[in-house]
C-alpha cells in the first residue's frame, strides 16, 4: 500500500478526553477513530491487524472442532428474563422498540445459543459439540476510560461446547486452555499471560481468566512464580496460595483480562430445558462451558505491552504490514523494489509521500511495522537498503537482492 | 463435513409467525435460526454461504480500490442531530444509556464516516478515495415479516467515495455499477438484477436500485424491454419512459431491491464541514457517494428466486459446499472418497448418518450443494458412483477415478 493513496496519515491531535495509552497512539498512529466514548472505528491498518488477530482465533477455534455461526446483537427480553439476567446483568443495554417489544443488545451469548442448540439436541448421540463465533458485543458501561480495553462496543470470539458428563466438559475444558495458549503466543504474548483462577460466579467454584501483566490492568492478580498461575484478588480470600503446588509466597501484579473461561455446568440448560436422553433412557441436562476472548481488548492489549516511547512495536504475526518501505527522495529505486516485494505477495506500507526524511521516521516508529527499509542516496552509495528491525536501533545495510530473498522466502 | 458432527440437522418444524419462503426454507434446512422477529442466526451452513458472498463483495470493493474499514453500530444523539435525521429518520433505533446519554444504533454510516473522514482530508491531493465496510446495521421496523429481506438486524456492505468534483464522482459512480453487475453475476442472479432509477431523496434527481425480479418483493418496476433498463414506481409519475431510449411501453413487475446507490452531492460534507483546499486556494465541500449492497439480503434473494418444490438450488460460488456425499449403507467406499476429496480441498459435505435413503435424497434436495453423489449397493454394481447434479432429474454413474478426476480439477 502506498501512503499517498492510504487516506489515513498519522495525527498530532487526539481527543481530549482521551486518556488510555492504547487509544491515544492508535489514533494518532491512524488504526482507529473514536466515535463516542468507548465506541471506535477500525480504520485501514487498524482493520488490517484486527482482521489477523482474528484469524490466528478461528484457526486455533476450528482445530479445537469449533462450528463457526453468527448469533444477532438484538435479543427479546424474554430470553433475558428466562435466566433472570434481565434484571441482575449490570451492562445490559435495553432498548424499547417501534414494535413497542423490549430488546437487549447481548454483551454475551448464553441466552440466545442455549435455546438455539436446544432445537437439534435430543440424544447423548449428538454430544459433544461446540460452537463458537466472531461477532460485535455492546456493555451498557458507566464509564468507558481505557480505550479498546473497556468498550461499549467490542469484537469478542465467543465459544460454547455441550457436553453429556462433567468429565467430557472437563476435557475440553483443558484443551481450550491450551488453544488459548497458542494464540497469545502466535500474537506475541506468550510470556505476558497467566492462566488465573477467578470467581466462578453463580456457575462454579472457579472460573478461569487470561491475565496479562500490565500497570494500566484493572484486576489485581496474585502470581505464584514457581508455577506461573495467579489467582485473582477477588477471590484470594477464599484461596490465599497457589492451586497448583500451595505455595503461600504469591507476588501481586496488576493485570489486563483478556480471556475468561467458564465451566457452566447446568445453570443454562436447566433454565432453558436443553435436556438429552443418556444411553439409558434417563433424561438429563447438557453440561455447558463457556470461553470468552476480547479481540478488539486483546489488540489494545498489545499496544499496551509491545512499544516503546516512539510508537507500537507490532509482533510479526499481527503487524498491519511485515515491511515499512521509506523513500527518502529516491522513488524510482524505491518503486522498483515495492513492485518487486508486493508481486511476491509481501506485505509493504510503502512511504511514497513528499514530506521529510524526519517525519518519515516518526511515522513508521509510530505506526510499528516490524522492518523499516530505507532506500536513500545515502543508502545506495553504501551498496543498497538500510534495513532496521523496529526494537533494534541499529539497522544494516543490504543488497537489493539480499532484500528480495531475505523477504521473499520468509 | 460430516454430517454426523454437524450440530445442525433439517428439520420439520418451522416458527409459526415465519411466513417468508427464504426464511422458512433456510430454517427447515439448517442455516439460519430465528431469535425474534427480523432477527436471525446463522448457523454453520448458512454462515458459509454468507462469508463466500462477503468474500466476493469484498473483492469486488478491492478492486474499486476501497479501502477496507469498520465503523461502530453505536453512534451518539450528537452525530445524528446535525444531519436533521435523528427526528428524521423513521426506523432509527435509540437508547438511553445509562451515562445518560443518548445512542443510535446505525441503519446507515453517513453521519459517523463524513466527520471519520474530515479528520484526514484537507487538500484536492487528498482526493479521490473510497471506504467500505462489511457490518451490521439495525432498523427498527415495526414489521418483520419478510425473513432476511427486511430485517431488523441485517449484513451490509457500504461503499462511500469522496471526489473534488461531480465529474469525478460520477465517472467512479459508473464503475462501482460495473462491480455490482459483477457480483451479481458471480453469485448467479445477473439475468434477474435490473438496473432502476428511483428517487434520489433529498440528495440528487435519481438515484439507481439494482432490482431481484420476484413476485415477493415489495417493490413495482417498470422495465424496459430494449435497455433492460427500470423506472421505480414511486417516480413513474415523473419519469414515465426509458431513461435511455424514451421508450413508454414500459412492463411492470415486481422485485426487491438488493442494492441502492447514491449520489450524495455535497449534503453530508456540508453538514458536518467536510470541506477541501482546490489547487486555485479555493475551499469546497467535499462531493460524495455512497453505495449500500444488504448482504443477507442477497443471500435471502437468492434462495426465492433459486429453488424448486424439494428446495434450493445453490449458484456454484456461494454454494455452502460443492458436494454433497450421500452414502446408502456403503461408509467404507463413501470414507475413502470424502478422504480423497477433502485432502485436495474439494467441499463435501458427507451424509454418514444412520437414516433412510430417502431421508438423505429429502435432506440433499432442501438443502441444495451442487452436485450430489451417491455411492450405493447400486452405484457400485454399475460401476462407481451416482453423480447428479441438483437442478437435474437424472444424473450418470462415473467411476471414481472420474469423479476424482472431475472434481479435484474444478
Redesign the interface.
Known amino acids: 500500500m502506498k501512503q499517498t493513496?492510504?487516506?489515513?496519515?498519522t495525527?498530532k491531535e487526539v481527543p481530549k478526553d482521551e486518556t488510555s495509552y492504547n487509544a491515544t497512539t492508535l489514533i494518532r498512529a491512524?488504526f482507529i477513530?473514536k466515535?463516542?466514548?468507548g465506541?471506535?472505528?477500525?480504520?485501514?491498518l487498524g482493520?488490517r491487524v484486527?482482521t489477523k488477530i482474528e484469524m490466528i482465533i478461528r484457526e486455533e477455534m476450528l482445530a479445537l472442532?469449533g462450528?463457526?455461526?453468527?448469533?444477532?446483537?438484538?435479543?427479546?427480553k424474554e430470553?433475558w428474563q428466562i435466566t433472570g439476567r434481565w434484571d441482575n446483568f449490570d451492562?445490559l443495554?435495553?432498548?424499547k422498540?417501534?414494535?413497542n417489544?423490549d430488546?437487549a443488545?447481548n454483551p454475551t451469548h448464553e441466552e440466545?445459543v442455549t435455546p438455539?442448540?436446544k432445537?437439534?439436541?435430543s440424544s447423548y448421540r449428538?454430544l459433544p459439540?461446540a460452537?463458537f463465533q466472531i461477532q460485535?458485543k455492546?456493555r451498557?458501561?458507566?464509564?468507558a476510560k481505557a480505550g479498546l480495553l473497556r468498550g461499549?462496543?467490542f469484537l469478542m470470539k465467543d465459544l460454547y461446547s455441550?457436553h453429556s458428563s462433567q468429565e467430557d466438559l472437563a476435557a475440553y475444558y483443558e484443551k481450550v486452555i491450551e488453544a488459548y495458549f497458542n494464540i497469545f503466543t502466535r500474537c506475541g504474548l506468550r510470556e505476558n499471560i497467566f492462566l488465573t483462577y477467578a470467581s466462578g460466579g453463580s456457575f462454579t467454584k472457579y472460573s478461569h481468566e487470561f491475565q496479562a501483566l500490565s500497570p494500566v490492568g484493572e484486576d489485581v492478580i496474585y502470581i505464584c512464580p514457581r508455577c506461573q498461575l495467579a489467582v485473582n484478588q477477588e477471590i484470594i480470600k477464599d484461596q490465599d496460595s497457589c492451586p497448583q503446588c500451595g505455595n503461600k509466597d504469591l507476588r501481586a501484579e496488576k493485570a489486563i483480562e483478556v480471556g475468561n473461561i467458564f465451566n457452566l455446568g447446568t445453570k443454562f440448560s436447566e433454565a432453558f430445558a436443553l435436556n438429552f436422553q443418556e444411553q439409558t433412557g434417563e433424561k438429563k441436562p447438557v453440561v455447558m462451558g463457556c470461553y470468552g476472548l476480547g479481540i478488539s481488548r486483546l489488540l489494545g492489549t498489545i499496544v499496551e505491552l509491545c512499544h516503546d516511547e516512539k510508537g507500537i512495536i507490532w509482533p510479526k504475526n499481527i503487524a498491519p504490514y511485515q515491511i515499512h518501505l521509506l523513500s527518502l527522495n529516491k522513488n524510482e529505486e524505491a518503486e522498483k523494489l515495492y513492485q518487486e516485494l508486493i508481486a511476491n505477495r509481501v506485505e509493504v506500507l510503502y512511504d511514497d509521500r513528499n514530506i521529510s526524511a524526519g517525519e518519515k521516521f516518526a511515522a513508521a516508529d509510530l505506526i510499528g511495522c516490524p522492518y523499516r527499509l530505507v532506500i536513500s542516496e545515502k543508502s545506495i552509495k553504501a551498496g543498497g537498503v538500510e534495513v532496521k528491525q523496529r526494537q533494534n536501533k541499529e539497522g544494516e545495510i543490504l543488497s537489493l537482492e539480499q532484500v528480495v530473498a531475505t523477504f521473499i522466502k520468509k
Open positions: 493513496k492510504l487516506f489515513t496519515k495525527l491512524g477513530d466515535t463516542t466514548a465506541v471506535y472505528s477500525f480504520l485501514p482493520w484486527l472442532g462450528q463457526e455461526i453468527n448469533m444477532p446483537a438484538l435479543a427479546s430470553n451492562v443495554f435495553k432498548i422498540a417501534s414494535d417489544k430488546y443488545l440466545i438455539l442448540v432445537k437439534f439436541v449428538e459439540f460452537v460485535t455492546f451498557n458501561e458507566k464509564r461499549r462496543e455441550f
